[in-house]
């Protein structure tokens, strides 16, 4: 019997697991943009690579108030559930800081701040952040960590790939 309920028990536990990994997985789907800013001329998309969908990637871009494309991409460190909160912490902070007149190098100065603040000091992550204006084509950007963009346009295809410090040192 003792046997039994330890089964039971640890099968439940794992059904809770499963279930709580399902929700975070869904929770931060939809966070993710899946319609391309509509500004006439241009075309955003990302995609998230490997198998795990909790591995710790995000991705995000918007318009700002002043017509302009916003961009940002990165990886969290850590382990898969862990890197996975990192990120949405992050992605969070994008969010909510795309909304205030910035450079790329002050957002990428106020997430570092946020994911400092918002942790015990253990939560690292890298990111590629681009503000275009599509009036002049011309761009703005900043990275943190490993980054490895493409930039993608009728004349080929640039990389902007980089080493820096990582968000949250």
């Given amino acids: 019997d003792l046997e ?4 039971v028990r640890e099968g439940l536990r794992n059904r809770q697991t499963d279930q709580a990994r399902q929700l975070l997985t869904q929770w931060q789907n939809e966070q993710r943009p899946n319609v391309p800013p509509l500004v ?13 969908p909790l591995g710790g990637q995000l991705y995000d871009w918007c318009v700002l108030p002043d017509g ?3 961009i940002g991409l990165g990886q969290a460190d850590g382990l898969h559930l862990e890197a996975s909160m990192t990120a949405t912490t992050l992605h969070i902070a994008l969010k909510s800081h795309a909304a205030y007149p910035h450079d790329a190098r002050q957002m ?3 997430l570092n701040e946020a994911l ?5 000091g ?3 992550a890298s990111l590629f952040y681009a503000i275009i204006d599509p ?11 490993e980054t490895h963009a493409l930039v993608v346009g009728p ?5 902007l790939s980089e080493s820096d410090a990582l968000l949250g040192s």
């Fill in 4 to 7: 039994r309920e330890v089964l």
């Fill in 40 to 52: 006439d001329g241009w075309q955003v998309a990302g995609r998230l690579s490997g198998d795990d």
């Fill in 68 to 70: 302009r494309i916003a």
């Fill in 108 to 110: 990428l100065d106020r």
């Fill in 116 to 120: 400092w603040t918002c942790s015990t």
């Fill in 122 to 124: 253990n939560r690292f």
């Fill in 135 to 145: 009036e002049t084509g011309d761009m703005d950007y900043a990275t943190a960590g």
């Fill in 155 to 159: 004349h080929g295809c640039a990389s």
